[in-house]
């Protein structure tokens, strides 16, 4: 599973800078902050809508607590432990690749997430889609990493989100 997490002091994240794969930097962002609500801007607003009626229901929290007692704030101690203190990490675009948009239909209409039950992807809304690929790096005083990371992005009202297939599975 790849970690994205906490910037560090001792060495300096690039950022991405493409318009496209914004969303990925804004859950690095979101992480390093230890930040709910910047986490789920990175995410379609239907879905969030969608998943904050499903874990107030089920869960009995708001969808920001949540994300911050259940998966931000572990995830932050996950990377500490394997990887040390001073933890960081960036994502390296290497390529934008187009998605077609006639596989949007056949690709996302039945999409199924399974931790928010109520929720249809309504692909008519969708503007563009593309792949971002790159790397991943991350480093903490211990230990560093790379791997390579493609994730799904579309855009929605002029809007660029990652795809809901990673909510809670970006890091």
């Not at 859950?27 to 874990?55: G, N």
């Not at 792949?131 to 480093?139: E, P």
Request: with cysteine; charged share 25%; proline share 4%.
């Amino acid at each position: 599973m790849l970690v994205l997490t906490l910037t560090s002091c001792r060495r300096k994240a690039v950022r991405v800078t493409d318009e496209e794969a914004m969303p990925v930097q804004t859950v690095i962002d979101a992480q390093a902050k230890l930040d709910a609500t910047l986490y789920i801007s990175a995410f379609p607003p239907d879905f969030i809508a969608a998943a904050r009626a499903s874990y107030e229901l089920t869960e009995g929290v708001t969808l920001e607590e949540f994300l911050t007692n259940s998966y931000i704030v572990p995830a932050a101690e996950n990377c500490e432990t394997n990887y040390g203190k001073g933890f960081g990490c960036e994502y390296l675009v290497h390529a934008i690749l187009e998605y077609p948009a006639e596989e949007n239909e056949r690709d996302f209409a039945k999409y199924i997430d399974y931790n928010v039950i109520d929720y249809d992807m309504d692909v008519t809304k969708i503007q563009k889609s593309v792949k971002a690929v790159g790397t991943l790096n991350s480093w903490g005083d211990d230990a560093e990493d790379s791997d390579s990371a493609t994730y799904v992005l579309i855009q929605i009202d002029g809007v660029w989100y990652l795809h809901p297939m990673y909510f809670l599975t970006v890091y």
